[in-house]
């Protein structure tokens, strides 16, 4: 890419940018307000029960114990277990909540189930009104009612959905934004700002969710394509540095593979920066003041800096094995927001194609146009929204920022379109598509799904229980721990912390013999079993392990049909959830 700037970069802030800026930012909290009725019912907050109650604990924890974060629990696994979430969002979270006057879990919860709101249509506005001055107000009034309407975004960041989730736009915009300002750097003193605002922006992305190391990956390849290569060392310096310190202050213990913030991370990003160093040795060197450097130059940077990245065994093993995020991982596989794009069917299908809206057709006019005219900041928008397009259809886990990376690029486009009916048909694909299909989402009662509720009534009784650890399923786990006031064997982490541990408590509950699964307890010191509908657990099981065990032949569907249990007993049931106590030895 050259480095032709076509966006205009010249325009000041006008009170026009400011106030449209702020009625996005009130569409935005507007349309995110609208589940109070639903996320306060019976006067309380409610929270979905998966991942927001396990970020609820961390952040109660870091209420009570600023600045410090819950790391190791004791209540995990068979003899405690390390989170896999990087620390920022809950400890900031938590010390907000402390501001704010909260101390208890109840109190703290009161509190941060507002953040997600506040803070989506913060972006929204600050997106807006820099769009406004930098591209006008066509690009930036497209691109904000998707980011304030979306449903895919606002039910991702309304009230109570205080899961990570939210922010990963937030934080691949920083680093698009950062990129750009790469990119668009002239002078030595603008280069450096560059590169301290993206070494920030990937620090903070980094220390908030690891999968944006995507987006870190996408700022690279531009920069060290694109420039000379002086911001990008900088930037990726930077998060070099400070997961470095991260890790070296970890305490013993702390797992070193791709789920957890630390020497991976670390490593590909001094990779990264040694490559983009040695393309900018020219300057020092004597060569030539501007100009992209020699060919040759970039492939000595990317090879030396590729076998930093390969040299440490610790490294190959969490790159291998964390490329499995994208489709490989047997675990991952049965969660439904892994699933590929082309898995879904009916309405789903066309509720997930009308979600994308009409950037995913014209990030690709965007791309073309950005090439032929040699427009380095357009390019990098499309190549950014290409890239989560292209993994939104290997899995949906993606789309939350595939969806405001396409709006923004089909916005790009508008305004280059010559003739005005087609500009206006390019501008109303983008822009209709996320409030008309929220309106229809609005239509459509908000509840708990059934399987939801029936957890809820388990753990209420669980937390009647005496003390002991819980054997159930994995997509319980938080339930379990947080609202049944139990400690348990497998979570909604999944294979992250331990994948031996995981795999040995599918294998016990596979078992064709109830002695197996009892002695299993007693090692791993269960006192509660929690089964469910085996057409489904046993089906899970067999997935997540690779097997194929008849489902039949398991002591789980015995016991579930005819079997009569001979070492646990029976303590309460539903149709489709059934919790067992181990007899005494």
């Known amino acids: 890419m050259a480095r032709e700037i076509v966006v205009s970069d010249t325009r000041r802030p006008t009170p026009d940018a400011r106030l449209l800026a702020l009625a996005f930012f009130v569409l935005a909290l507007a349309c995110r307000f609208l589940n109070a009725p639903y996320a306060f019912e019976g006067g ?38 390390f989170c896999p979430w990087p620390p920022l969002y809950d400890v900031a979270s938590g010390g907000i909540a402390r501001l704010l006057g909260g101390t208890t879990s109840d109190e703290v919860l009161a509190r941060i189930v507002w953040l997600p709101p506040v803070l989506f249509a913060l972006f929204t506005g600050l997106a807006v009104f820099i769009l406004a001055s930098r591209s006008g107000t066509l690009v930036a009034t497209v691109t904000g009612i998707a980011l304030a309407t979306s449903p895919f975004l606002v039910t991702t960041s309304w009230i109570g959905s205080i899961d990570h989730h939210f922010l990963e736009p937030i934080l691949t915009f920083a680093i698009l934004g950062a990129t750009c300002l790469g990119i668009r750097a002239e002078t030595r003193r603008e280069k450096v700002r560059a590169g301290i605002l993206l070494g ?67 490593t590909l990003f001094a990779a990264a920066t040694l490559a983009c160093a040695i393309i900018g040795i020219q300057r020092s060197a004597g060569g030539p003041p501007a100009g992209p450097p020699p060919a ?24 291998f094995t964390g490329s499995h995020f994208l489709g490989g991982d047997r675990w991952l596989r049965t969660i439904q927001e892994f699933q590929p794009l082309w898995r879904a069917r009916g309405d789903d ?53 595939a969806i405001p990376l396409l709006a923004l690029a089909g916005a790009m486009y508008v305004p280059l379109i010559a003739r005005k009916r087609l500009a206006i048909l390019a501008a109303l694909l983008v822009a209709l598509p996320p409030p008309l299909q929220f309106a229809g989402w609005l239509m459509t009662p908000q509840s708990i799904p059934p399987n939801q509720q029936q957890w809820i009534r388990a753990t209420s009784f669980i937390r009647t229980l005496p003390p002991g650890r819980v054997l159930g399923p994995w997509s319980m786990g938080h339930a379990i721990d947080v609202e049944g006031k139990h400690p348990v064997i497998l979570d909604n982490f ?45 089906a899970s ?45």
């Open 44 to 81: 309380t907050p409610r929270i979905a029960p998966v991942d927001e109650l396990y970020h609820w604990k961390r952040m109660a924890y870091s209420a009570t114990h600023f600045p410090r974060v819950l790391e190791f629990d004791r209540d995990r696994g068979v003899a405690g277990a």
């Open 200 to 266: 920030l922006a990937i620090t903070a992305a980094m220390f908030v969710q690891t999968a944006l190391l995507i987006a870190a990956a996408l700022a690279f390849g531009v920069l060290f394509f694109a420039t000379d290569g002086l911001a990008a060392t900088g930037g990726f310096s930077i998060a070099a540095i400070s997961v470095s310190i991260y890790r070296l202050t970890r305490p013993p213990g702390f797992p070193d593979n791709q789920w957890f913030l630390g020497w991976t991370h670390a």
């Open 296 to 319: 040759r130059r970039r492939v000595v940077a990317l090879l030396l800096g590729g076998l930093i990245a390969i040299a440490i065994p610790s490294v190959r093993a969490s790159l």
């Open 349 to 401: 299908l066309l509720s997930d194609l009308v979600g994308l809206s009409g950037g995913a057709i014209l990030v690709w006019f965007l791309a073309i146009r950005a090439i032929k005219t040699r427009d380095s900041i357009r390019l990098t928008i499309a190549i950014f929204a290409i890239a989560y397009f292209a993994l939104t259809i290997t899995s949906r886990r993606f789309w939350i920022v």
């Open 494 to 538: 999944g294979t992250m912390p331990d994948t031996a541990t995981f795999e040995r408590a599918q294998q016990a509950l596979l078992t064709t013999d109830e002695r197996i699964l009892a002695n299993y307890c007693d090692t791993a010191n269960v006192r509660y079993l929690i089964l469910e509908q085996p057409r489904f657990g046993i």
């Open 541 to 585: 099981a067999n997935a997540i392990l690779g097997t194929s065990q008849a489902a039949e032949t398991t002591w789980w569907s015995r016991v579930w049909h005819r079997e009569h249990p001979k070492f646990f007993r029976e303590i309460w049931s539903e149709p489709e959830l059934r919790i067992y106590e181990r007899s005494s030895r």
